[in-house]
T-cell receptor
């Protein structure tokens, strides 16, 4: 199957700082990428849809000024958590869509804000 | 009511048993149905997908969709300890993956050697 690489896999940051997470599709071009968030023992919750060359579409309740998404190329989308707080600690996962049903996921990023 | 309901388990069965995992959903617009396997602290891995109602088999895995009952199942035959993981059902509308996926909570499966 296709490979989606997510980096870093784990990050610890201080409260108030910003963290950038990268999601790359390694062997295909992805016009659409998705960002999910997963709390322990909870389902993956879609945060936003990232479209190459245009603004991301955020799900209801997700602060777009806090979770900045940039999809500058067909193989790279980034999620920046700005002014991180402990409640932002979570497992963030990206996926790249290769239609119609092929959504491939990255390895996930464990964010801990201290 | 959540859009997708899935029993989180844990479900523990002996090696070699047939495993049945299920999800129910409420949104009749869902057309694509997927099963993902997720190991601890890793991203989900696509196992199978089915479009609309019907069955699909791939090796030891069989996926079933009953749209009239809004019920989907994943069966694992001859279960192995390496099958121990969390299994997530996921669904999307007619746009397929382009719409983003709605996930169940995941069922934690333990296969006892």
């Amino acid at each position: 199957g296709a490979v989606v690489s997510q980096h870093p896999s784990r990050v610890i940051c201080k409260s108030g700082t910003s963290v950038k997470i990268e999601c790359r599709s390694l062997d295909f071009q992805a016009t659409t990428m998705f960002w999910y968030r997963q709390f322990p023992k909870q389902s993956l919750m879609l945060m936003a849809t990232s479209n190459e060359g245009s603004k991301a579409t955020y799900e209801q309740g997700v602060e777009k000024d806090k979770f900045l998404i940039n999809h500058a190329s067909l193989t790279l989308s980034t999620l920046t958590v700005t002014s991180a707080h402990p409640e932002d600690s979570s497992f963030y996962i990206c996926s790249a869509f290769q239609g119609p049903t092929e959504a491939f996921f990255g390895q996930g990023t464990r964010l801990t804000v201290v | 009511q959540k859009e997708v309901e899935q029993d989180p388990g844990p479900l523990s069965v002996p090696e070699g048993a047939i495993v049945s995992l299920n999800c129910t959903y409420s949104n009749s617009a869902f057309q694509y149905f997927m099963w993902y396997r997720q190991y601890s602290r890793k991203g989900p891995e696509l196992l199978m997908y089915t479009y609309s109602s019907g069955n699909k088999e791939d090796g030891r895995f069989t996926a079933q969709v009953d749209k009239s009952s809004k019920y989907i199942s994943l069966f694992i035959r001859d279960s192995q300890p390496s099958d121990s993981a969390t299994y997530l059902c996921a669904m999307s509308g007619s746009g397929g993956g382009a719409d983003g996926l709605t996930f169940g909570k995941g069922t934690h499966l333990i296969i006892q050697p």
